[in-house]
């Protein structure tokens, strides 16, 4: 029966270190009337080289090769610009399932046995090729087109966030009426609610497209426990109940897991303790286990009425309905979604009426001796800031974000400067007494943050300065992009004044 293929005239690459099994192939794409041009190579090596310099529709690519596995070819293919933008089909003498998906998952469109190769299967193959290659690729351009749009639309909606969490935060620390105290209070409060309702948005969109990644690793889970206590410490004292963290007795709490990840897990569900319990108590319980360390988040709130349903996506307990609490039931699928991607488990238990507990199971890492603890995993607690920062330079073309970050430094440091771009602060750095900390905004007239600071961290300063990135822009790649250019930390946007002296006093 005849197909509704189009057929179109294609350059094809035939790469296979087996002379016969080249020489079947070639016979029987030459029988195919949609083949203009065959180029064959024993060598993956050479190959690959043929593929960078000349354009081809199709690449043909033995699994086993003695230089480089068909697999390894097929990545190095990916990198290179011109072959990139190839289809292509993997063969094999036999059938191994493991092999067809490992090739797939590297990047090609399609998986051949050669003992099953003829013209009409070849020709079959190399157009359905070349068009899920085309639909993946439209795919992916679309994935790509929704990332720069929520990469957008983060960054505009952080810059006036900053604004007004900064301000309100410098006017706290002022001497105000009372009424102006709890309008301040007011306003903070609405900003951190959209920054948090931002946080989960971008954090749903790249979970569902899967663009996220994780960084398995021993950490300090205390580190980790302390900051989200702290964090919550005062809302819970506003609305009158005490938030406790219980630590086992001599035990180092070292465990593998994602830093990031796991505390934007432990955020979600103590701040949906904190928010669904009005009378009573919430408390971080740390179980140590021979093997895992049970993380326990207990709360005497409202309970949930559908607990297996609660990390459904877009779920919200009618309770939470029915008790007025506005939301967007995104956090438990987070919640749910990043904890799998750690390879953890996460359990609930609750009661109406009388509360919900979460668990948290979580592998515990090679114990560490104190020292290597604290170098590996950083510092455990809140500690105010204990010296001064010297000089510090802060770059950054927009005035509020000066007027902020200047506030917030002035009483902890020597001196503190401004410059309004990246060309400016390299004036300031080459002409002027060292600095020791730069605090530097990525996107500015005249010279960016990242070609800034490639050319201060170039120059030959006696005393080479710490150089923060303060950004919007959330995105790992950003994040990846200031480490290249030689930035110590990536500051996201808004920030506290807390925040932003707790990067500073532990950036050795």
């Known amino acids: 029966m005849a197909d509704n293929i189009l057929v179109h005239e294609m350059n094809v690459l035939l790469v296979d270190d087996d002379a016969y099994d080249r020489k079947i192939i070639r016979e029987e ?23 960078s310099e000349e354009r081809f529709d199709v690449i043909l690519i033995d699994c086993s090769m003695p230089q480089m596995s068909g697999v390894e070819m097929i990545k190095q293919l990916r990198q290179a610009p011109m072959a990139s933008r190839t289809a292509v089909v993997m063969m094999s003498g036999s059938l191994d399932d493991e092999l067809a998906l490992e090739c797939l998952q590297a990047g090609a469109q399609d998986f051949l046995l050669k003992n099953e190769i003829n013209s009409d299967r070849l020709r079959r193959s190399l ?37 007004i969490l900064g301000l309100t935060e410098n006017l706290q620390a002022k001497n105000l009426g009372a009424e102006v105290v ?6 903070s409060e609405c900003g951190k609610q959209l920054l948090y309702l931002l946080d989960d948005l971008l954090a749903i969109s790249e979970l569902n497209d899967e663009v996220f990644s994780v960084n398995i690793e ?27 963290v219980v630590y086992p007795k001599n035990e180092d709490l070292v ?19 904190v928010k669904f319990t009005e009378q009573g108590s919430v408390k971080i319980e740390i179980i140590a286990e021979q ?5 326990k988040i207990i709360d005497t709130g409202i309970g949930i009425v559908s607990p297996k349903r609660i990390f459904d996506a877009y779920s919200r307990d009618e309770l939470a309905t029915d008790y007025g609490f506005l939301g967007t039931g995104l956090g438990l699928e987070i919640v749910r979604k990043l904890t799998s991607a750690m390879g953890h488990t996460i359990t609930v ?30 510092y455990v607690g809140h500690k105010a800031p204990d010296k001064r920062f010297g000089r510090v330079l802060v770059v950054d073309d927009n005035d509020i974000n000066l007027e902020i970050a200047i506030n917030m430094l002035q009483a902890h ?67 990846e992009r200031c480490k290249q250019v030689g930035m110590h930390k990536h500051i996201k946007k808004p920030f506290t004044k807390q925040d932003l002296l707790d990067a500073m006093q532990h950036s050795d």
């Not at 087109?145 to 952080?158: L, N, P, Y």
């Not at 021993?218 to 206590?229: E, R």
């Open 291 to 295: 093997s895992s360390v049970q993380l």
């Open 182 to 187: 709890g309008t301040v209070s007011t306003i």
């Open 127 to 163: 157009l359905q090729a070349q068009k899920r290659f085309e639909l993946e690729q439209k795919v992916q351009q679309s994935i790509q087109a929704k990332e720069r749009f929520f990469a957008r639309m983060s960054h505009e909606i952080r810059t006036p966030l900053h604004g």
């Open 218 to 244: 021993a950490i300090s889970l205390k580190s980790v426990v302390d900051y989200v206590h702290r964090l919550f410490e005062a809302k819970a004292k506003d609305k009158g109940i005490n938030l406790s």
């Open 29 to 51: 794409l030459s029988l195919t009337p949609t083949i203009n041009n065959i180029y064959q190579t024993s060598s993956a090596i050479e190959g690959l080289k043929k593929a």
């Open 349 to 378: 238990e609750s009661s109406v009426g009388k509360g919900t507990t979460f668990s948290l199971n979580l592998p515990k890492a090679v114990r560490q001796s104190a020292s290597n603890h604290e170098k590996v995993n950083g």
């Open 255 to 273: 465990v593998l897991s994602d830093k990031v990840r796991l505390t934007q897990v432990i955020t979600n569900i103590v701040n949906n303790a």
């Open 413 to 479: 440091c020597t001196e503190v400067h401004a410059a309004q771009n990246g060309q400016e602060a390299l004036d300031m750095v080459a002409n002027g007494p060292s600095y020791e900390h730069i605090l530097m905004d990525l996107n500015m007239p005249v010279k960016d943050g990242f070609q800034a600071a490639k050319e201060i961290n170039a120059m030959d300063l006696e005393t080479k300065p710490l150089i923060y990135a303060l950004s919007a822009d959330a995105c790992d790649e950003t994040t």
